[in-house]
C-alpha cells in the first residue's frame, strides 16, 4: 500500500497543485494526481509519474545537462525541415 492511498489522498499533486495527489510513485516518491499517472506495462509493474516512466523508457535522461543544448546540429533540428 502506498503513502497516498493509506492516508486517503491528503496531499495536492506534485505538479497540478489544485488537484488532490491519488498516488505515489515508485521512483521519485512524489504524490501525484490521475492525470500525471503512467499505468504500470505489467499487472504488478510500478507505479511511475510521467516523469519517471519517460527516464525508465530510455526517452529522457535523468539529471541535468542532458537538454536540447548538449544536442548534435542534426538533433536541433527543427521539426519538418526534412
Do not use: Y
Not at 3 to 12: N, T, V
Not at 44 to 72: E, Q
Request: glycine share 12%; aromatic share 6%.
Amino acid at each position: 500500500m502506498h503513502a497516498a492511498d493509506s492516508a486517503g489522498a491528503s496531499g495536492a499533486c506534485t505538479k497540478h497543485w489544485t488537484e488532490r495527489a491519488t498516488f505515489v510513485c515508485d521512483d521519485c516518491g512524489q504524490m501525484w494526481c490521475n492525470l500525471c499517472f503512467v499505468p504500470p506495462s505489467r499487472k504488478r509493474g510500478p507505479r511511475r509519474c510521467i516523469d519517471c516512466a519517460l527516464i525508465a523508457g530510455g526517452v529522457k535522461m535523468k539529471g541535468r545537462g542532458h537538454g536540447i543544448s548538449n544536442m548534435n546540429r542534426t538533433a536541433k533540428r527543427p521539426l519538418g525541415s526534412f
